[in-house]
């Protein structure tokens, strides 16, 4: 059952683990970028649809920050949460962390941001709830998402003035 416009819910982080095997990686042994997306993807579709208790589609993916390489063997742990949201798009914090499985040694290796549209039983969009923010991270969170948002808004203006 959707969650009601007019109600204030949190987004806990989805977690999800998964290993880099050869058929991952490129041919320096690094994971695939597409790859690292479609986890970022699925992982933050999962985090929306739990915000908002709806279906949730991709309309972008934003800036996305590929730090340091992963390798053959890691272990990935891709977190994802609702960010931001306005009145049907969410806009979603993706971190990858890769880790060592012998050593342990954990680095952060992506950060991105997904951004969402709620729709409806018939396929337009649906509103979602209001974010409820608990803490200085979640503030800070919100405000780059706000910055995100803003800017696929400039770059689609941009584009429709330079289409007509």
């Not at 990858?96 to 409806?120: K, Q």
Request: hydrophobic residues 40%; proline residues 7%; neutral net charge.
């Amino acid at each position: 059952m959707p969650v009601p416009p007019d109600a204030t819910v949190p987004s806990d982080w989805v977690v999800t683990v998964d290993t880099v095997f050869p058929h991952h990686t490129n041919s320096v042994g690094t994971l695939f970028g597409g790859r690292a997306l479609e986890l970022m993807d699925v992982n933050a579709s999962i985090a929306c649809n739990r915000f908002c208790r709806r279906i949730s589609v991709t309309a972008s993916s934003e800036p996305v920050d590929f730090r340091t390489p992963v390798r053959v063997g890691d272990i990935l742990e891709v977190r994802s949460r609702v960010a931001w949201v306005g009145r049907s798009s969410m806009i979603v914090r993706c971190e990858v962390r890769a880790e060592n499985p012998v050593s342990g040694e954990r680095r952060l290796t992506t950060v991105g941001h997904m951004n969402f549209v709620a729709i409806d039983d018939d396929g337009r969009p649906a509103p979602v709830p209001r974010l409820e923010l608990r803490d200085a991270e979640e503030r800070r969170h919100w405000q780059i998402g706000e910055r995100v948002r803003e800017a696929i808004l400039r770059r689609r203006a941009e584009e429709a003035a330079a289409e007509a």
